[in-house]
C-alpha cells in the first residue's frame, strides 16, 4: 500500500510538468485563459479567506495549500500563463536578461530541492506558524527560494553533478 501512495504522489506532482507542457504547446483560446484567470482569482481569494479568517476564527485546519487542490491548480496555471502571455512580451533590459536566464537555468534543480529544504527549515523550527500565515507564506517561500538557487548554483559548477543532477 505504501509503495503505490508514493507513486501517486509523484504522479500528482507530474500533473504540473504535463499542464505546463499542454499550456505551451497549445494556443489557449481567450475564453479558457478568461476562465483559469477567473477561477484563480476565485481560488486565490478563498485560500485568503480560509487561511486568515476561517481558520483562526473557528479553529479548522482547512488545507487550502496541498498542490493537488483546484485553487492551486488554477492559480498555478495562471501564473504560468501570465509569464508567457505578458512578461514573455516586455523588452527587458540586456543585464535583466542574463539575471533571469541564469535563474532559468536553476528552476529544476529549486523544484527538485526545495522540499528538502522546507524540511530542514521546518526542523530548525522555521515554518508556517512563526509569524500570520500570509507573511509567514511569503518569508518561507523566499528564505527556500534563496538556499535552494544558492544550493543547485553551487552543484551546477561541480563536474558530473552538475551536468547530470542540475
Known sequence: MCGIHKQVYV???MFYFVIGYYLFLHDISAKIKKCIYSLSVVGFVYSVIVLCLLNPLFGFKIGVL?????NIVFMSMCVFLFFTDVVSKHKFSNKFKRVITSLSGLTYGIYLIHV???KVLHNMGVSLLFCAKSVSILIVSLITFIFAAIIVYIMKKVPLV???LC
Not at 496541498?66 to 483546484?70: C, E, H, K, R
Open 162 to 164: 552538475g551536468k547530470y
Open 11 to 13: 504522479a500528482g506532482y
Open 66 to 70: 496541498g498542490y493537488s487542490n483546484p
Open 116 to 118: 528538502l529544504i522546507l
